[in-house]
């Protein structure tokens, strides 16, 4: 009777070890799993840098359908608009500030006007910015896995604004702007950190101020300019829906036509 205590406590230490081992064995999947999240991360974040860089030696055509659906979803109004377009970027005591330059071409015709206005989408094909450093932190990210997209594997990255944190998109209500908690998920090319597509929504939460649900979804596409052999992947349509308690509306941006320009010059690109 007195050895049984020791069986015990021996079937105790058991215990104990097998329970160290599995911690030792299980543990490491985690930390490596977070480890490639940081530095796929760094490598987009990298990658948007980059591109702000570019962004302003550039411009482009833009095609912009506004469109106002009834409850069944059939279009009721719609105005179709072509722009020279052309981000500006700023930065001044650390903020970041990008200004969308929308100017009809020479010789457009001037458009009839709606009786009804319809919804003005800006800045949605700088979403990306949720991966920019000066934003990231304002994120949290989550890897799910990879999925083939127009031939290419990609990996997903789920994203989900912080509430209280700063955001790279607002929306505008009588002269007062509400950041947008938003969440979506981006496709991106694990080995240089490209994003390819990118979704973001707003689902809950603004209804107060109207909002009722936000959807949207931008795609990139490789441009290559004359003087380089260099692959740029640029904005190449941002679609974006949103619905109130009474409305319902639909925009879509077309980007082509990118040039890349200096002081006095200005070029063509080379295929898109």
Same mark, same amino acid.
């Not at 450093?133 to 789920?158: C, D, V, W």
């Given at each position: 009777?007195?050895?049984?205590?020791?069986?015990?406590?021996?079937?105790?230490?058991?215990?104990?070890?097998?329970?160290?081992?599995?911690?030792?064995?299980?543990?490491?999947?985690?930390?490596?799993?977070?480890?490639?999240?940081?530095?796929?991360?760094?490598?987009?974040?990298?990658?948007?840098?980059?591109?702000?860089?570019?962004?302003?030696?550039?411009?482009?055509?833009?095609?912009?359908?506004?469109?106002?659906?009834?409850?069944? !979803?059939?279009?009721?109004?719609?105005?179709?608009?072509?722009?020279?377009?052309?981000?500006?970027?700023?930065?001044?005591?650390?903020? #970041?500030?990008?200004?969308?330059?929308?100017?009809?071409?020479?010789?457009?015709?001037?458009?009839?006007?709606?009786?009804?206005? #319809?919804?003005?989408?800006?800045? *949605?094909?700088? #979403?990306?910015?949720? *991966?920019?450093?000066?934003?990231?932190?304002?994120?949290?990210?989550?890897?799910?896995?990879?999925?083939?997209?127009?031939?290419?594997?990609?990996?997903?990255?789920?994203?989900?604004?912080?509430?209280?944190? &700063?955001?790279?998109?607002?929306?505008?209500?009588?002269?007062?702007?509400?950041?947008?908690?938003?969440?979506?998920?981006?496709?991106?090319?694990?080995?240089?950190?490209?994003?390819?597509?990118?979704?973001?929504?707003?689902?809950?939460?603004?209804?107060?101020? !109207?909002?009722?649900?936000?959807?949207?979804?931008?795609? *990139?596409?490789?441009?290559?300019?004359?003087?380089?052999?260099?692959?740029?992947?640029?904005?190449?349509?941002?679609?974006?829906?949103?619905?109130?308690?009474?409305?319902?509306? &639909?925009?879509?941006? &077309?980007?082509?036509?990118?040039?890349?320009?200096?002081?006095?010059?200005?070029?063509?690109?080379?295929?898109?």
């Amino acid at each position: 009777m007195k050895e049984r205590p020791k069986i015990v406590r021996l079937v105790r230490a058991m215990c104990l070890f097998t329970w160290v081992v599995a911690l030792w064995v299980v543990s490491p999947e985690p930390v490596a799993a977070q480890e490639q999240l940081d530095v796929l991360l760094e490598r987009t974040a990298k990658q948007v840098s980059s591109f702000l860089d570019l962004i302003s030696e550039m411009n482009c055509t833009e095609r912009v359908l506004q469109e106002k659906l009834a409850d069944n !979803g059939k279009v009721v109004e719609k105005e179709a608009s072509t722009f020279d377009y052309l981000i500006i970027l700023s930065t001044s005591d650390g903020e #970041l500030n990008l200004v969308e330059s929308r100017i009809a071409p020479e010789g457009a015709k001037q458009q009839k006007k709606l009786r009804a206005p #319809l919804l003005i989408s800006n800045g *949605f094909s700088t #979403l990306f910015l949720v *991966f920019h450093p000066y934003y990231a932190s304002s994120f949290q990210f989550i890897r799910q896995g990879e999925e083939s997209l127009n031939g290419r594997m990609l990996t997903k990255i789920h994203f989900q604004h912080i509430p209280g944190m &700063r955001s790279p998109a607002a929306l505008a209500v009588r002269g007062r702007e509400y950041p947008l908690d938003l969440n979506g998920t981006a496709w991106i090319d694990a080995v240089t950190g490209i994003i390819a597509q990118l979704t973001a929504n707003v689902d809950s939460g603004m209804e107060d101020v !109207g909002l009722r649900t936000l959807h949207s979804e931008m795609r *990139f596409t490789p441009v290559t300019f004359h003087d380089s052999p260099e692959s740029f992947w640029l904005p190449a349509q941002a679609t974006v829906e949103v619905e109130t308690h009474h409305q319902h509306w &639909r925009n879509t941006h &077309r980007f082509s036509d990118y040039k890349r320009f200096s002081v006095n010059t200005k070029e063509q690109i080379a295929k898109q």
